[in-house]
């Protein structure tokens, strides 16, 4: 492949890679948003499906070079050619309204409904706080009458070895989000107090300032499900399920944008742990639950296989995999005529965290597990693209009635 690169009029310099052809669009889309962990000179990715090419956006001069070998040497890491799986429609609606209501997340910022904290990070007020509050509370309610879930409160840390034991590290090293502290060393201390006496950004000598760290912030809830599970057996022949509401946390690089992604977010999860035939119809019977509540929120939706956001090497076994197999399911909601986002996905992990965690399903087995998880500010967001915020409190409000 042959990289071109190109400046604006404003000597912004732009890197154009060529993808190699029969690519699925999925796995484009997915390569574009890994380009900004490539490289710090990255500004911006983005997928040009006309001429199907990977442009990226540099900062600073004489990088591309560098940039192009990172990046190409990315896309062959991730190109699928011999796993030739697409993603499935399974289930699509269009909304009774017709056409999409023009908020932004910008005139959300001039209403003080939200208003941007750092990179990644909102502050919520307001209407737009009583609707996640609304929307997570059907949620739960649902969890608890449909499959009488135990509802549980989890903390924002979760234990570094917990993420171990999933395949965190291996498979998203570049989402992770590590709790550090100062080892403990009182000079050590000392010398980073000095430093920042007159208030300046955290600066280390060495990385061996840093102790190891025990802890993580949450990526996403359910790990904290089977870590507080570890060693147990559960009843035979039925599926265990909880139900917990929780901030996580995502790295994005410079994926991070207005209420579309954010580095920290709020998730409700159902999770399913037990046999493996009870694990998939309480998935299955969720999915019909929360399509209701999408028909209610007159959302145009689809629900279509889909795969985690595997890192470079991990990516075209896993997603052939997952895809091949039903494993993972996920609710697009449409956000402009030419774009969504996913708001939802409903999982089936087989016996993967039942090992992982020895967990027994109650017949010496480790036991199957599942989840249904959902971004609560995603999920608004959506709501606000397709009706505007007047109306979407309507729809929440009768969707809670009628739920």
Not at 151 to 175: E, I
């Amino acid at each position: 492949m042959v990289s071109t690169s190109f400046k604006d009029e404003l000597g912004m310099e732009t890197l154009a890679i060529p993808l190699p052809a029969n690519l699925p669009f999925d796995v484009c889309t997915e390569i574009t948003k890994r380009a900004c962990y490539c490289d710090t000179a990255i500004l911006k990715s983005r997928y040009r499906e006309d001429s199907n090419c990977l442009e990226v956006d540099l900062q600073g001069a004489g990088a591309s070079a560098d940039v192009a070998a990172k990046l190409e040497h990315l896309i062959g890491k991730m190109q699928v050619e011999r796993l030739t799986v697409t993603p499935k429609i399974l289930r699509a609606r269009t909304f009774e309204s017709g056409g999409f209501s023009g908020e932004t997340y910008e005139g959300l910022v001039k209403q003080g409904a939200v208003w941007a904290s750092g990179q990644g990070t909102v502050g919520r007020s307001g209407v737009f706080m009583h609707l996640l509050n609304r929307l997570d509370g059907i949620l739960e309610r649902l969890a608890a009458r449909e499959f009488q879930a135990v509802s549980q409160s989890y903390n924002s840390l979760v234990p570094s070895d917990w993420l171990r034991r999933a395949g965190y590290f291996a498979s998203f090293p570049h989402s992770l989000t590590f709790a550090v502290h100062l080892k403990e060393d009182f000079e050590a201390i000392e010398r980073f107090g000095e430093r920042h006496r007159q208030g300046g950004n955290p600066v280390f000598e060495d990385i061996a300032e840093i102790a190891p760290p025990e802890y993580c912030l949450s990526p996403a809830v359910c790990y904290h499900t089977y870590g507080a599970l570890m060693g147990q057996s559960l009843p035979a022949g039925e599926a265990s399920v909880f139900t917990a509401h929780g901030r996580c946390f995502r790295y994005e690089s410079k994926n991070l944008t207005g209420l579309d992604r954010l580095w920290e977010f709020s998730m409700r999860e159902i999770v399913w742990l037990g046999a493996r035939d009870a694990v998939l119809a309480a998935r299955e019977k969720a999915i019909n639950v929360v399509w209701r509540l999408v028909e209610l929120l007159d959302l145009s939706a689809r629900l279509e296989t889909a795969c985690d956001p595997f890192f470079a090497s991990d990516f075209p076994s896993l997603r052939f995999f997952q895809l091949a197999n039903d494993l993972k399911y996920e609710l697009k909601v449409d956000t402009a005529p030419d774009a969504s986002i996913a708001c939802g996905s409903f999982n089936y992990h087989e016996r993967f965290f039942g090992t992982r965690f020895e967990i027994g399903a109650g017949d010496g087995e480790p036991a199957h597990t599942g989840c249904a998880a959902f971004g609560l500010e995603r999920l608004l967001h959506a709501c606000f693209c397709q009706h505007g915020l007047k109306h979407t409190l309507e729809l929440v409000e009768h969707a809670a009635d009628c739920l």
